[in-house]
C-alpha cells in the first residue's frame, strides 16, 4: 500500500543525546516536509525539501537537522541542541503537481 | 504574513447536533489554497478538502460542507448530525508559496453520545 511511515512510534531520550526520526514514503512525492506539534497547539514547520539533495529551514530549524539522499527517504535529527525537544513529530509528503499533503503517523519525542 | 485562526480552541456537542467549526486566514496573496484536515486521537493527520481562491462555491460530502467567502476571509466547515467518531482536533490550513502550509491551531471536536 502507498503511504508514509515514520518509525519510531515513541521514542524516548536523555538530555545531550542527538536522535533520529524516520520518515519513508513510496507514494513517489518529490516533496517533504517535517513539522512539531505542541499539546494544544497547531503545527510548525521545521524542515522542508523539494527534491532530493536540496532541503530549506522552515519556520523552528534551530536544533534540528536533515537530509535527502534519497527521494523516499527524509530523516530528520534532534540534536542537543534543541531546548525542548519533547514533542509530536509529523513527517509528510506533496506531489509537486499537487496541493495536499499527506501526513504520516508520527513519532512522540520525549526527553527524560 | 499569512496567518491562520481558528477562535474556538475546543467545542463540546451531543450526537446528532451541527456543529460549525471557524476558520479565519489572512494574506496578500492572491492565489491561496485552503485545506482542513482532521487529527484522530492516534494522531495522523487526515485530509479532508482542499479549496483554492478562485472558486467559491461551497462544497457538500456526505454530513460534511465548507462555506467559503473571501469577502470575509473564512473558510468555515460545519458537520450536520454530528457523530461520535467525529470527536478529533481539526486543523484549518492555508497554503502559499509553493507547497508550504500555515496551520491554524486547530478546534477539539467532543461529539458525546
Known amino acids: 500500500d502507498g503511504g508514509i511511515t515514520q518509525s519510531p512510534k515513541y521514542l524516548f531520550r536523555k538530555e545531550g543525546q542527538n536522535v533520529t526520526l524516520s520518515c519513508e514514503q513510496n507514494l513517489n512525492h518529490d516533496a517533504m516536509y517535517w513539522y512539531r506539534q505542541d499539546p494544544g497547539q497547531g503545527l510548525r514547520l521545521i524542515y522542508y525539501s523539494q527534491i532530493v539533495n536540496d532541503f530549506q529551514k522552515g519556520d523552528i530549524a534551530e536544533g534540528y537537522s536533515v537530509s535527502r539522499e534519497k527521494k523516499e527517504s527524509f530523516p530528520l535529527t534532534v540534536t542537543s541542541a534543541q531546548k525542548n525537544p519533547t514533542a509530536f513529530y509529523l513527517c509528510a509528503s506533496s506531489s509537486s503537481l499537487n496541493n495536499e499533503q499527506f501526513f504520516g503517523p508520527g513519532t512522540r519525542l520525549t526527553v527524560l | 504574513a499569512q496567518k491562520v485562526t481558528q477562535a474556538q480552541t475546543e467545542i463540546s456537542v451531543v450526537e446528532k447536533e451541527d456543529v460549525t467549526l471557524d476558520c479565519v486566514y489572512e494574506t496578500r496573496d492572491t492565489t491561496y489554497y485552503l485545506f482542513w484536515y482532521k487529527q484522530p486521537p492516534s494522531g495522523e493527520l487526515v485530509f479532508l478538502i482542499r479549496r483554492n481562491s478562485f472558486d467559491e462555491q461551497n462544497e457538500i460530502s456526505g454530513r460534511y460542507s465548507w462555506n467559503f467567502q473571501k469577502s470575509t476571509s473564512s473558510f468555515n466547515f460545519t458537520i450536520t448530525a454530528s457523530q461520535v467518531v467525529d470527536s478529533a482536533v481539526y486543523f484549518c490550513?492555508?497554503?502559499?508559496?509553493?507547497?508550504?502550509?500555515?496551520f491554524g491551531g486547530g478546534t477539539r471536536l467532543m461529539v458525546k453520545p
Open positions: 490550513a492555508l497554503r502559499w508559496a509553493g507547497n508550504m502550509l500555515t
